[in-house]
Each structure stands twice: as C-alpha cells, then as structure tokens.
C-alpha cells in the first residue's frame, strides 16, 4: 500500500477504521467530559505523554493530522513540542486550567 500516494485526495471521514474511531472518540469527549479527564489522568495516558516520541508517531499515524504537519511545519513544529503537547494534555485532563 502507498503512503500517502502524490495528489490522491484524503479518504472523506468514515471511510477508513481509524477515522471512524477518531469521530466516536471527538462525540463521546463532547458528550462526556469527565469520562476523557479520567483516561488522561490515567498512568498509562500519562505515561504514553510522556514520551514525545510515541506522542508524535501517533499524530503521524493519523493522515489528517499528519497532511497537515506535511503542509504546515509551524504546526508540526508545535505539535512536537513536548512542552506544547505536555500543556494541551494537562489542560484536557484539567478544564479548569482553561479558565483561568
């Protein structure tokens, strides 16, 4: 299979497996809050983020996410912070970080 194959269009959402679970896991954060600061307190969750190596292999797995990176590197650049993504976890895991 070809990764990523030269100016074939991105699979519109509920095409592919991983899509599909990306959409639930998007509804059920909306849907139930307490449920996803749970997982990310989790020592497994805080583990995984912790490692910005696994962190950027999982957004790279992810082909919207990672055309994105492809076309814009600032974001990539950002999204590879590990100080960046250590932030944005902490602040899923805490709303009330946000609003303050």
Same mark, same amino acid.
């Given at each position: 299979a070809?990764m +990523? +194959? +030269?100016g074939m269009?991105?699979?519109?959402?509920g095409n592919?497996?991983?899509?599909?679970m990306?959409?639930q &896991?998007?509804?059920?954060?909306?849907q139930? $809050? *307490?449920?996803?600061?749970q997982?990310?307190?989790?020592?497994?969750v805080?583990q995984?983020?912790s490692? $910005?190596?696994?962190?950027?292999?999982?957004?790279r797995?992810? $082909?919207q996410?990672?055309q994105?990176?492809e076309?814009?590197?600032e974001?990539a650049?950002m999204?590879?912070?590990? *100080?960046?993504?250590q932030q &944005?976890?902490?602040?899923?895991a805490n $709303? *009330?970080?946000?609003?303050?």
């Open positions: 070809m +990523g +194959g +030269g269009p991105a699979a519109p959402a592919d497996p991983m899509s599909q990306m959409a &896991s998007q509804q059920m954060m909306t139930n $809050p *307490e449920m996803v600061q997982i990310m307190r989790s020592p497994m805080q995984m983020m490692n $910005p190596d696994t962190m950027r292999a999982m957004m797995m992810n $082909p996410l990672n994105l990176m076309t814009r590197p974001i650049r999204l590879e912070d590990p *100080e960046v993504l &944005s976890m902490q602040m899923i $709303p *009330e970080l946000m609003r303050a």
